[in-house]
């Protein structure tokens, strides 16, 4: 089973307004991170935003917000006031602590395109 | 302050021959991971080495993988006998801690493309 599902290939969104990305997690691990981060074209992983299991409320760092729904497993990227710099691949990743890896997995990755 | 930088930041190669891909973790991060970005496999997980302690090896594709890291603080990725499979964009990243929550976040670097021909 996959352990981290974007089901949105692409997506196209108008500037300026918000556009929500999907993920959703397997893991049985009571202990876990979520992470997002933003791969433009130049190809550097940029980081976004986290979310930890046992955060009560969902993350926000300025126009990115997480919107965590941990019955559902699920970790959506919610971006406000798209603007054309958003243009880029997202990529949903989760660090397990139960196993003591370090390492994180990775969804496929969202291409989003902002439109003027 | 200073990222992770990667370096060379291109490497075009023959099949057969070695390669060594070089990673200078942001200073005071202890923690340092290697990846890979290909076509077809997406991100995968490579090697993740912590302090002094035994580096997590266990996404290393074979044995023709290799890496280390010195002094806890730069990390060379070597590839023996490349073949045109291992052609993708080979990630590092660091963090400053580990033992969970933000302070785990992963910062990467601008990678190196590899090509071999």
């Known amino acids: 089973a996959q352990k981290i599902t974007q089901t949105q290939p692409g997506m196209f969104v108008q500037e300026k307004e918000a556009v929500t990305l999907d993920c959703t997690y397997d893991t049985s691990d009571q202990s876990y991170g979520l992470f997002w981060y933003k791969q433009p074209s130049s190809g550097e992983m940029i980081f976004l935003i986290y979310q930890g299991s046992y955060d009560e409320q969902n993350a926000t760092e300025g126009r990115y917000s997480l919107n965590f729904q941990k019955a559902r497993k699920s970790a959506n990227l919610v971006i406000s006031a798209s603007q054309l710099g958003d243009s880029a691949m997202y990529f949903c990743?989760?660090?397990?602590?139960?196993?003591?890896?370090?390492?994180?997995?990775f969804g496929s990755g969202t291409r989003l395109q902002v439109q003027p | 302050g200073a990222g992770v930088s990667q370096s060379p930041s291109n490497k075009v190669t023959e099949k057969g021959k070695d390669v060594e891909l070089r990673c200078d973790p942001i200073s005071g991060h202890t923690a340092l991971y290697w990846y890979r970005q290909s076509l077809g496999q997406g991100l995968e997980f490579l090697i993740y080495f912590q302090g002094n302690s035994a580096p997590d090896k266990s996404g290393l594709p074979s044995d023709r993988f290799s890496a280390e890291r010195t002094g806890g603080s730069v990390s060379t990725l070597t590839i023996q006998r490349t073949q045109q499979e291992d052609s993708a964009v080979y990630l590092c990243a660091s963090s400053p801690r580990v033992g969970g929550g933000a302070g785990e976040t992963q910062y990467f670097g601008p990678g190196t493309r590899l090509l071999v021909l």
């Open positions: 990743a989760m660090r397990e602590s139960g196993t003591g890896r370090r390492a994180l997995t």
